[in-house]
């Protein structure tokens, strides 16, 4: 205070440091002349006129320092409201202050995310974010206040340096990918496997609610967009008859299965903000099938002739990409069928000792002729042409027969020749086999497969061939042509025994005597 003054008019003058300011004169409500101050801004009262005797006790001073508020807004990846290390600031926001008198002014964020609002006189105020400044598809996970609704009110006192008015944004993510035709059914997307469309995917938060439905585009390519941080699995409606591949099978991510069999779900997907998760992907395929028939092929020409019978009861294997094997027989019509089978890579195999005694194949798919093929069963296909076929050996015989009347018809009592050499000739003439007649005269060449035959004789000596095929019952001719000592040729075709290439020959015989004059007429010489 200042005393012993005389009267008359005066003013205090108040002086401060830089960092200190003066507070204008208060005319709020409830001040009054002894709680206000009574500078101005520059130090200076008003005049006080002081007359003899006068105490005037309500010449006060207030001052304050400038404040300040701001501090970062922040790329928040996971969603937690935390600056997690790594975390990097959101430039070039603008971020707006509002004054106690309702006037504003902004700034924007710098590379870190950084902002300040400076010399700012205590009061009441709010720091606003524009969204429009934003990183597009934004969410908001934090700010001071709680209200995630981007303006914070801050109460700025004097010295105050309020800076924690941070603001936390992360930009929405998306999960999608690819439904494809996995035709080999292996999980892994091969080239030229094309897109599924129209396949039901949904998408489920960590409790298992059902956030999103999709469907997949013309391409088999779905995308759940928009996505908050969390974490989420996606699910496969599995349309009819499809089956879902094998999981994450391969070493690519980007080109697997991520759809458990099982469940029809991918494993937990942890969504931070931004991602564009592209690699959930799912593999479908259909069963398949292989099979056909096994069948008589009579004429060996390796076609199914009408009035080729299949052949029953034939025991057909088929070995599985795992190698392991299962079984069928085939029906009475010669047919087999094993279905509902995973494409792959199988092969269909024939149990030799299971087809009739004496077979020769002459047909199957792969034309390797060992009674094996193997097969790719692609997804959704029936493979229907794996047939085989096979003939019965035939044979070619009967019986050489003495003559004994020359007239190339086995007549009652006419016995069998053994001994003779018999010789079997093929299509060109070269020698297919030989055999000699047996004690009563017969001979057979077994094991024939199908084609053109001639049988020939080599007569012994002093013997001669009978008429060829004189009579009407062929079964009891002689087939050997007298010139050539060769049968005609015998057409033999699967499963026949061809049991009437007869030969007859016979020995020449003499007549002669004597001519006598019988004296006494008795006929006696």
Known sequence: SFTQLESGEYYLQFTSNNSIWFAAPQTAAGSTTANDSNIDTS????????????????????????ASVGDRIWNDVDGDGIQDAGESGIKD?????????????????????????????????????????????????????????????????????????????????????????????????DSGEPGMAGVTVTLYNAAGTIVAVRTTDANGYYVFS??????YTVGITVPSDTFISPYQ???DRALDSDVNVGTGRSANIAVLGGQTI???????????????????????????????????NVTVTLTLPDLSTINTTTDANGLYLFDNLVPGNYTVSIEQATLPLNYQQTSEKDGSLDGSVAVVLSSGIDVVDVDFGYYVKSSIGDLVWEDTDADGIQDSGEPG??????????????????????????????????????VGITTPSGMFISPYQAGANSALDSDVNVVTGLSADIAAQGGQDITDIDAGLYRMASVGDRIWDDVNGDGVQ
Do not use: C
């Open 417 to 454: 020749l053994p001994g003779v050499t018999v010789t079997l000739y093929d299509a060109g003439g070269n020698i297919a086999a030989t055999t000699t007649t047996d004690a009563n005269g017969n001979y057979v060449f077994p094991d024939l497969l199908v084609g053109t035959y001639t």
């Open 278 to 312: 592209t690699d959930i992907d799912a593999g479908l395929y259909q069963k398949a099938s292989v099979g056909d028939r096994i069948w008589n092929d009579v004429d060996a020409d390796g076609v199914q002739d009408a009035g080729e019978a299949g052949i029953p």
């Open 226 to 231: 928009d996505l908050l941080v969390g974490t």
């Open 93 to 189: 926001v603008k971020v707006t202050l509002t004054y106690p008198d309702s006037s504003t002014t902004y700034v924007t964020t710098d590379v870190n995310g950084n902002y300040l609002f400076s010399n700012l006189i205590p009061g009441n105020y709010t720091v606003s974010i524009d969204p429009a400044t934003l990183p597009s598809n934004y969410q908001q996970t934090f700010e001071k206040d709680g209200t995630l609704n981007g303006s914070v009110a801050v109460v700025l006192t004097s010295g105050s340096a309020a800076a924690d008015v941070d603001f936390g944004y992360y930009v929405k993510s998306s999960i999608g990918n690819f439904v494809w035709l996995d035709t080999d059914a292996d999980g892994i997307q």
């Open 43 to 66: 130090g200076l009262t008003a005049h006080i006129t002081l007359l003899s005797g006068d105490i005037n006790l309500s010449m006060d001073a207030g001052y304050y320092q400038k």
């Open 249 to 251: 099978a391969g070493a």
